[in-house]
């Protein structure tokens, strides 16, 4: 009789615990817990933070990890996007996700013709890691400067980009001229026209950084 109580016990508190870890799944995290996810961290230590991914990519040497949490004091579903190299956490987005999500497309300004005529996304947030990390590695494997600009032109499409991303793409390069042609470029692409500044600190000379101010329309 002890044995079958003892055996009834530990299946109820199985069941308790997987009741708790489903809860838990449901009822998300709170901002804190979200904070203790730190770049270089491995795949373990993550897992311990935030539990199995929902959706797993791979992307030649990227693998990508996809949340979707309930955070605490956050409205609606935030979206964590996870980008590991190597067994190692090298990017992180959070975002909160829109099941129809407010896009405004503008008529391009162009600029004594440095700007391209393509519409200039506004609102929103930059590629997701496993397409933006497609899309530079395809360039990059180009193996002339030409056919990489072209591929990059052609790959962007209308699709949204950050200015982390942005820089990102002109790191490709060494030089501050090739550096500005891919920003003529991505340019009417850039969501995040806040954080502006972040492409004019990857230049290294101020010569370069007016004519980056001039290629955004930055104004004085």
Known sequence: MKTIKT????????????CISSCAAILGIDSNTLMKVQKGMTKQDVTSILGQPMHRSFDHEVEGWTYEKNIAGAPGI?????????GRLTYMDSYEKYTNPPVAVYPSVEVNGDIPSRPHVTVGRGMNERDFQ??????????????????????IGNRKLSCKQCVRMMSIYTFDDDK???????APNIADRENYDEIIDALDFISSEEKARHILGIKK
């Open 134 to 155: 497609s899309l530079y590695n395809k360039v990059k494997s180009k193996p002339f400067k030409d056919d990489q600009l072209e591929l990059l032109e052609n790959g």
């Open 7 to 18: 055996i009834k016990l530990t299946l109820a508190l199985l069941i308790f615990a997987i």
């Open 78 to 86: 935030t979206v964590i996007e996870l980008g590991f190299v190597d």
């Open 180 to 186: 500005l042609k891919v920003l003529k470029i991505l």
